[in-house]
């Protein structure tokens, strides 16, 4: 790999992290709910699951997922139906005015929750497995030891997708200032609970 073609795929990496999606609207709603410092817990179980799916995918299970259509189909409706679930649970979320000026937005949740949810919500798209398994090859020189080569193409990912996932949830964060108001709030949950049940509808719908 030369290193021109290292930096075509930072550029392109840093399009494809910066496009809004589950994982990112999670960091930034759990960011602006209950902290900056909360919203690292999310972002180290997107992460986790990301690097497992792309890892999986240099495996062969991007080409096992394309063979086999129907698995493919049932890891789709089955993570349509975790992110719809996760839109429902956050459109009826109890709100209620911050006491102090320091409160926080909604009540604190333990990291070992937050990081499942990250776990979870990277997991239920399985494009991820099959986005990997084309993206990552063009990149690589058939010449030279894959290995190392798809090492430094996942430590590459892994460090622009985090940059990312730290940009909207400062961007998060500076909307918890507003969110102390149980009016904001309850617009803010309705909002992200959409958009999340939008996501899964297209998940469930789109196969291609």
């Given at each position: 790999?030369?290193?021109?073609?290292w930096?075509?795929?930072?550029?392109?990496?840093?399009?494809?992290?910066?496009?809004?999606?589950?994982?990112?609207?999670?960091?930034?709603?759990?960011?602006?709910?209950?902290?900056?410092?909360?919203?690292?817990?999310?972002?180290?179980g997107?992460?986790t699951?990301?690097?497992?799916?792309?890892?999986?995918?240099?495996?062969?299970?991007?080409?096992?997922?394309?063979?086999?259509?129907?698995?493919?189909?049932?890891?789709?409706?089955?993570?349509?139906?975790?992110?719809?679930?996760?839109?429902?649970?956050?459109?009826?979320?109890?709100?209620?005015?911050?006491?102090?000026?320091?409160?926080?937005?909604?009540?604190?949740?333990?990291?070992?929750?937050?990081?499942?949810q990250?776990?979870?919500?990277?997991?239920?798209?399985?494009?991820?497995?099959?986005?990997?398994a084309?993206?990552?090859?063009?990149?690589l020189?058939?010449?030279?030891?894959?290995?190392?080569?798809?090492?430094?193409l996942?430590?590459?990912?892994?460090?622009?997708?985090?940059?990312w996932?730290?940009?909207?949830?400062?961007?998060?964060?500076?909307?918890?200032?507003?969110?102390?108001?149980?009016?904001?709030?309850r617009?803010?949950?309705?909002?992200?609970?959409?958009?999340?049940?939008?996501?899964?509808?297209?998940?469930?719908t789109v196969?291609?």
């Amino acid at each position: 790999m030369t290193l021109h073609t290292w930096w075509l795929f930072v550029a392109m990496t840093f399009v494809v992290s910066a496009t809004p999606g589950p994982n990112m609207l999670l960091v930034m709603s759990h960011s602006a709910r209950f902290g900056l410092r909360a919203a690292v817990a999310t972002m180290c179980g997107c992460m986790t699951s990301l690097l497992a799916m792309m890892s999986i995918s240099a495996a062969g299970m991007g080409v096992l997922l394309h063979a086999f259509p129907a698995v493919f189909d049932a890891m789709r409706l089955a993570g349509a139906a975790y992110l719809a679930y996760l839109g429902v649970q956050g459109w009826r979320a109890p709100v209620a005015d911050a006491a102090e000026p320091g409160a926080t937005a909604a009540p604190a949740q333990p990291p070992a929750h937050l990081y499942r949810q990250g776990v979870l919500v990277a997991a239920s798209n399985p494009k991820a497995i099959l986005f990997a398994a084309a993206f990552f090859p063009q990149f690589l020189n058939p010449a030279l030891p894959q290995l190392g080569q798809f090492a430094i193409l996942l430590s590459t990912f892994a460090v622009v997708e985090v940059a990312w996932y730290l940009v909207y949830a400062v961007s998060g964060h500076k909307l918890s200032h507003y969110l102390r108001q149980a009016r904001v709030m309850r617009v803010f949950n309705r909002v992200t609970g959409g958009i999340f049940v939008g996501f899964a509808a297209v998940m469930a719908t789109v196969r291609e």
